[in-house]
């Protein structure tokens, strides 16, 4: 596995954060506090809608889970009523591109971190959870030859949820192929995560142990988790879609740089819809569920400019 691809798995687990229900504020977590006026259970069939306003567009908004287990079965029918008439469908805003040229040094930190198998780095529990891990995911030793604990654990949840049949494609995917194929403007973004990269290359051993950790105790959980929270999303049940644990995507938003990152997804998102509620009539928007509903996330930055929220409990 090359540096570049297993910098790409990590990149995509720190963009694709798990939905949780925690609710303690966490200054390391941005979407750690929910609106919790914004966490409504839907009134139609299907996943949960809010809507954003003005006096002349409205916005539907679609919250999509983090993951889901690959072919959740999901009611399309409001997706497909919405999309007629659309002049725009705003996709995800979580694809970042990978590269170890945009920051000076990385590409050799990241050859630097080549070595020995990690299991032959680890000792006595954490080696028996690794190994336990590692070949629950089908994988073998010689694919997590890295020194970084960070980038090992990255590589084995990226496993861990291939081998568990956990996508982060749905449902943006499925409304991505519905409005090619009424012919509507798309729109999406990526932000690149070098400079995050770059931090990662350089956390502490105790930094790095927790965070493999937190990957470990995500594996052992099982996938039961993502499943029941799939379901709950397929149903319009918004606050069983939340109810997960997310451990190790907090431990990633501790990196230096993940915070700045973070917010700029927000405020490209926010951007996005802005764009859409100028121009007459309607459209539709894909946004993470825990960032369109946490303090300071999506709908908050869009009530504080002025725009009616509507949420799926409001006829």
């Known amino acids: 596995m090359s540096f ?5 798995v ?23 506090v929910l609106l919790e006026e914004l966490v409504v ?4 069939k299907g996943p949960a809608w ?12 679609l919250g999509a889970p ?3 287990p690959k072919g959740q079965a999901w009611d399309h029918a409001v997706l497909e009523r919405r999309l007629n008439g659309a002049h725009t469908v705003i996709l995800p805003f979580n694809s970042v591109t990978v590269s170890l040229l945009s920051v000076p040094g990385l590409a050799l930190q990241w050859v630097r971190l080549k070595g020995k198998p990690m299991e032959e780095r680890l000792s006595g529990d954490v080696r028996r959870r690794f190994v336990a891990a590692r070949e629950a995911a089908g994988q073998p030793a010689k694919r997590y030859a890295y020194k970084n604990e960070l980038l090992v654990g990255l590589i084995l949840v990226g496993d861990y949820r291939d081998s568990a049949k956990l996508t982060a494609a749905d449902p943006g995917k499925t409304v991505a192929r519905l409005a090619k194929a009424r012919k509507i403007k798309t729109e999406s973004r990526s932000l690149s995560l070098g400079p995050v990269l770059g931090q990662a290359t350089r956390m502490g ?3 790095q142990r927790a965070c493999l950790e937190d990957a470990l105790d995500e594996i052992e959980a099982g996938p039961g988790g993502a499943r029941r929270a799939g379901e709950a999303w397929a149903d319009g049940d918004v606050r069983g ?7 190790y995507e907090r431990c990633l938003s501790s990196l230096p740089g993940a915070l700045n990152l973070d917010a700029r997804f927000k405020a490209e998102q ?11 009539g309607h459209a539709v928007a894909v946004v993470q569920l825990r960032p369109l509903l946490s303090q300071g996330g999506v709908l908050d930055r869009l009530q504080a400019k002025g725009f009616e929220v509507k949420t799926p409990g409001e006829p």
């Open 4 to 8: 570049a691809k297993a910098a790409a």
């Open 10 to 32: 990590g990149c995509l687990i720190l963009a694709l954060a798990v939905p949780a229900s925690a609710q303690a504020p966490d200054p390391l977590d941005p979407d750690a």
């Open 41 to 44: 259970t839907a009134i139609e």
């Open 50 to 61: 809010w809507r954003v306003s003005d006096a002349d567009t409205t916005v539907y908004v």
């Open 66 to 68: 983090g993951v889901l």
């Open 205 to 207: 051993a105790a930094a």
């Open 241 to 247: 879609a939340l109810n997960q644990e997310r451990g």
């Open 270 to 280: 926010v951007a996005a819809i802005e764009r859409a509620l100028a121009k007459p």
